[in-house]
């Protein structure tokens, strides 16, 4: 089975860039999570989405970044314009309730020069 | 009061050593801990989780010891092999309320298993 699909798996820009990022989660998965990690803060969570719906995003760092979730296989990331604190790994996670477990992709490996 | 607070940051172990990763955390409404397991250019991935009516859960060479009243959890690998070396995270959840499925982890501890 399909895990999590994260693309790219590397994203090299110039400050100032759009950049999005793009995840499918794992079939039948109503719970969709994207993270983002470094080696300051670790893992922190940015949002998340239930059956295509944004529950919490208190974790966005600034109006810079949204994330939109169209159908139940398709979400986004986006950061406009982008900044070089903004360079981390960013993963997104899927799951079947609350209270399964979260499957992670690997993740997109952001550079911002 | 949302923090999962983990150490060591990193740790060298022998092959066939027992690491011992030890967390702690401040939310009694945390229900459900797991340990996630994450290996260089991939994401974490669940290991094994413990709900806090029990002590004690084992999964193969990996165990969580839980404290409910000391509110710390910890994960001991037996027999520890070099294939164990990745990064080891804690984290805790609740149930119900603006925190429905939100997953607050650990800062990690690198593991290395030598030969």
């Known amino acids: 089975d399909a895990g999590v699909i994260q693309s790219p798996r590397h994203e090299v820009t110039e400050m100032g860039q759009e950049v999005t990022l793009r995840c499918k989660p794992i079939?039948?998965?109503?719970?969709l999570f994207w993270y983002r990690q470094t080696m300051m803060r670790g893992l922190e969570l940015l949002i998340y989405f239930n059956n295509n719906v944004p529950i919490d995003d208190s974790g966005m760092p600034e109006d810079r970044f949204s994330a939109k979730m169209p159908n139940a296989s398709f979400s986004t990331l986006k950061i406009q314009p982008s900044e070089p604190r903004d360079s981390a790994v960013y993963f997104c996670?899927?799951?079947?309730?609350?209270?399964?477990?979260?499957?992670f992709g690997d993740g997109t490996r952001l550079s911002i020069l | 009061q949302q923090q999962v607070k983990q150490s060591p940051q990193s740790l060298i172990v022998q092959k066939g050593g027992i690491p011992i990763i030890n967390c702690a955390y401040e939310n009694t409404a945390f229900d459900y801990f797991p340990w996630y397991q994450q290996f260089p250019g991939k994401g974490p991935a669940l290991l094994i989780a413990i709900r806090p009516d029990v002590s004690e859960k084992k999964e193969g060479r990996f165990t969580i010891s839980f404290n409910k009243s000391a509110k710390q959890f910890s994960l001991h690998i037996m027999d520890s092999q070099p294939g164990d070396s990745a990064t080891y995270f804690c984290?805790?959840?609740?149930?119900?309320?603006?925190?429905?499925?939100?997953?607050?982890f650990g800062q990690g501890t690198i593991l290395t298993v030598h030969p």
């Open positions: 984290a805790a959840k609740t149930w119900g309320g603006t925190s429905y499925g939100k997953l607050t």
């Open positions: 079939s039948g998965h109503d719970y």
């Open positions: 996670a899927s799951s079947f309730g609350p209270s399964r477990p979260q499957h």
